[in-house]
Antibody, heavy 119, light 107 residues
C-alpha cells in the first residue's frame, strides 16, 4: 500500500524558516517524480514544486521561487521542502504527492502538514 | 501560464442525477494533459481522471472525462451520496502545473 506521511509543519513567524519532510513507503520511491502541492485555508489547490526521479529536473511556482528548495533522498525514501523567508500568505496545508512516470499529475497524496505563518 | 477556469462554482443536484462539470483552458498547449481530482472536507484530494479521459485505479465508470478543444468536461452519471465534494481540474502539459478554482458539488 502506498503511504506518504508529511511532517515538520507548525507555527512560524514571518521571515522564518521551516523544513517539511515526506516519508514514502509501499512503492519504489526512486521510480517516481515527486511533488509538493499546498492549500490555503478554505481555498483551492496550488502546485508548489516538483522534482524528477534523479533530482536532475526541478520546478517551482513563481510564488515560491527563490525562497523554497525541494530535494529528495532516494536512499531514505524521503522528500523535503526547505521553506525560507516565509510569508503570511504561505499559510497552508502542504501535501506531498507522487507523479506518474515523468508526468506531473498527482497520483497518490499524503494527509498533509499544516504550516501557519503568523506573528 | 495556462489558466484553468471551472464552471459552475457550485452545482446543486440530488442523488441519482447526472452532473456535468466544466474546465476551460486558456491555451491549446494543454493538449490532453488534463486531470481531475475529488476532494472531500478534511481529506487529501484523490485522483479521478488523467490524460483527459483515463480513469485512475479504482474509480467507478460513472466518472467520465472528455474534451472538445480547450474545453474539458467531467461527467458523473447517477450521483451517489459519496460523490458530493469539491472537484478540481489540473493541467500538466507545462510548468507551472495549474489547477482550476474548483467546483463544489452539493446536495
Amino acid at each position: 500500500e502506498v503511504q506518504l506521511v508529511e511532517s515538520g509543519g507548525g507555527l512560524v513567524k514571518p521571515g522564518g524558516s521551516l523544513r517539511l519532510s515526506c516519508a514514502a513507503s509501499g512503492f519504489t520511491f526512486s521510480d517516481y517524480t515527486m511533488n509538493w502541492v499546498r492549500q490555503a485555508p478554505g481555498k483551492g489547490l496550488e502546485w508548489v514544486s516538483s522534482i524528477s526521479r534523479t533530482s536532475a529536473d526541478i520546478y517551482y511556482a513563481d510564488s515560491v521561487k527563490g525562497r523554497f528548495t525541494i530535494s529528495r533522498d532516494n536512499s531514505k525514501n524521503s522528500l523535503y521542502l526547505q521553506m525560507n523567508s516565509l510569508r503570511v500568505e504561505d499559510t497552508a496545508v502542504f501535501y506531498c504527492a507522487t507523479g506518474h512516470g515523468s508526468y506531473h499529475y498527482f497520483n497518490f497524496w499524503g494527509q498533509g502538514s499544516l504550516v501557519t505563518v503568523s506573528s | 501560464e495556462i489558466v484553468l477556469t471551472q464552471s459552475p462554482d457550485t452545482l446543486s443536484l440530488s442523488p441519482g442525477e447526472r452532473a456535468t462539470l466544466s474546465c476551460r483552458a486558456s491555451k491549446s498547449d494543454t493538449g490532453y494533459y488534463l486531470a481531475w481530482y475529488q476532494q472531500k472536507t478534511g481529506q487529501a484530494p484523490r485522483l479521478l481522471i488523467y490524460a483527459t479521459s483515463s480513469r485512475a485505479t479504482g474509480i467507478p465508470d460513472r466518472f467520465t472525462g472528455r474534451a472538445s478543444g480547450t474545453d474539458f468536461t467531467l461527467t458523473i452519471t447517477r450521483l451517489e451520496p459519496e460523490d458530493f465534494a469539491v472537484y478540481y481540474c489540473q493541467q500538466y502539459a507545462t510548468s507551472p502545473y495549474t489547477f482550476g478554482q474548483g467546483t463544489k458539488l452539493e446536495i
